[in-house]
C-alpha cells in the first residue's frame, strides 16, 4: 500500500467516524457541507478521490483540521491524543471511540482557571463530571457550586451552565450525550 493511499484510506475512516461522532447521515452532512450526498457517499467508500477542496471543507464544517483528517494511521487505534475544544481554551481526551453504540461521549477534560465564566449555554440532556484533580467552579441559572476533588456532578442541560477551575485548572472525568459533546467540545 502506497504512503497516499494509506493516508487517503485514514481520511475516509476518519470522516466517516467524525459523521457518525455528530449523529449525522450522509445527507446532514451534504447540506452543512454542501457537498451532494452521492459525492460524500462515493468519499466515504473510496470510490471517488478526495480532492483538497473536499478536505478543507468538510475539515470545517467537521470541526477538525485537514491536518487531522490526513494522520497517518500508525497507533491511532491505541494512544489517545489531547485535543483543544473550539474556542482554544479547554484540553480534553475522548477516551470513547467516534462509533460507540451508547451514543455517549467519555472524555478527561482540563478546564483552565477564568476570572469571568464562560457564556452559560443551553442543550437538551444531562451532563455528569467527576473532578479528578482541582476545583470546579459550576454555574447552574443564577446558583454557583464548587465541586471539589473526588466529588461528582450531575444536573439538566436545560438550566443554563458554565464552568471554569477554581483556584487554578481542574481536570474532570465527563460523560456527554450526543448534545453535551456538541456544545462543551465542538461549539
Known amino acids: 500500500m502506497t504512503q497516499e493511499s494509506s ?20 445527507d446532514e452532512l451534504a447540506r452543512h457541507a454542501n457537498i451532494g450526498a452521492s459525492t460524500l457517499s462515493r468519499l466515504e467508500t473510496g470510490h471517488r478521490r478526495m480532492a483538497i477542496d473536499h478536505l478543507v471543507t ?15 494511521d500508525d497507533d491511532e487505534d491505541v494512544v489517545i491524543r ?7 481554551s479547554s484540553t480534553y481526551w475522548l477516551l470513547t471511540r467516534p462509533d460507540d453504540p451508547s451514543g455517549r461521549v467519555v472524555a478527561k477534560m482540563r478546564i483552565p482557571e477564568h476570572a469571568q465564566l ?13 473532578v479528578l484533580e482541582g476545583t470546579v467552579r459550576l454555574r447552574l441559572g443564577s446558583r454557583e457550586v464548587l465541586v471539589t476533588s473526588g466529588q461528582a456532578a450531575s444536573f439538566d442541560t436545560m438550566t443554563p451552565h458554565t464552568m471554569a477551575g477554581h483556584g487554578g485548572p ?9 448534545h453535551g459533546e456538541r456544545a462543551h467540545l465542538h461549539s
Open 7 to 26: 493516508l487517503e484510506s485514514a481520511a475516509r475512516r476518519r470522516l466517516r467516524a467524525l459523521r457518525q461522532a455528530r449523529g449525522w447521515s450522509l
Open 58 to 72: 468538510l475539515a470545517r464544517v467537521l470541526d477538525t483540521t485537514v491536518d487531522e483528517l490526513l494522520i497517518a
Open 82 to 88: 489531547p485535543r483543544r475544544d473550539a474556542a482554544g
Open 118 to 130: 464562560p457564556e452559560a449555554r443551553v442543550h437538551p440532556g444531562r451532563d455528569w463530571f467527576y
Open 170 to 178: 481542574a481536570e474532570i472525568l465527563s460523560i456527554l450525550d450526543h
